[in-house]
């Protein structure tokens, strides 16, 4: 059964649209915890337009469940991420440009640079994991970067709609096979939501889901415990087939 990793950037973003200490994200997490969620994922960017270096330490020394650091691969992130000890990190890429992470890690393209930040990161003991598109170069590069994990993009999968939708559905399903046969571990995430999630929940090899804007969005009418013990409930016991349900 796939666990919920809670990305809690949204509650920052409120909070830094005002540059004022409310809401705040550690309390938020706090109550994600209460409602379920089996780890936190925060995303410290290089422009810290949301997350701050305050966040991550204050998460570290709160969480009951696990923290997943998501970062891009820098040389200040990395001694960020060495000196708080997250219990994995999820190496993106980034853009100052856009909204929100927009695709997955060239892994092939960038294989020596990613190899030694992995390295670095895993001989420290911290775990790491890739996101990535669902592709085969870019797992087995992956696999040779040294990561543990990868996570697997569903954006396109969220993004799609009927016949196309089922034949993302068809690659991520595919991508848990060939990631897992390269002995890694998976995850998933990126727009999944109340909607769609279910399909990428009971895919094969599938171990964590990380979901935020739909969840925080939920929560502004019921309340952050209640987002996420409901999005929980589906992960844990999803329909097999609701895509035309
Ligand atoms: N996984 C990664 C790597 C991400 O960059 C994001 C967005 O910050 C998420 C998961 C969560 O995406 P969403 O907010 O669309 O659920």
Known sequence: MASLGI????????????????????????????GGADGITAHLREDRRHIQDRDIELLRATLRSRLNL????????????????????????????????????????NLEALRRDVDRLQEGGVPVSLFVDAELPQLEASR??????????TGCYAAARG???????????????????????VNAGHGLTYRNVEPVAGLPHMEELNIGHTVIARSVAVGLTQAVRELKALIQNPRSDPLFG
Do not use: F, K
Request: net charge negative.
């Open 144 to 153: 040779r970067c040294g990561a543990r994990w990868v996570e697997l993009h």
């Open 70 to 109: 998501e970062m891009a691969a820098t040389e200040e992130m990395v001694s960020i991420a060495l000196r708080v000890m997250p219990d994995m990190v999820t190496l993106v890429p980034e853009q100052r440009q856009e909204v929100t992470t927009e695709g997955g890690l060239d892994v092939l393209a």
């Open 7 to 34: 990305n809690i950037d949204h509650i920052a973003t409120l909070r830094q649209a005002r540059r004022t200490v409310e809401p705040d994200p550690v309390q938020y997490a706090l109550l994600a915890e209460l």
């Open 163 to 185: 016949p196309r939708q089922v034949r993302e559905l068809a690659r991520l399903s595919s991508g848990c096979r060939i990631a897992a046969a390269l002995g890694l571990r």
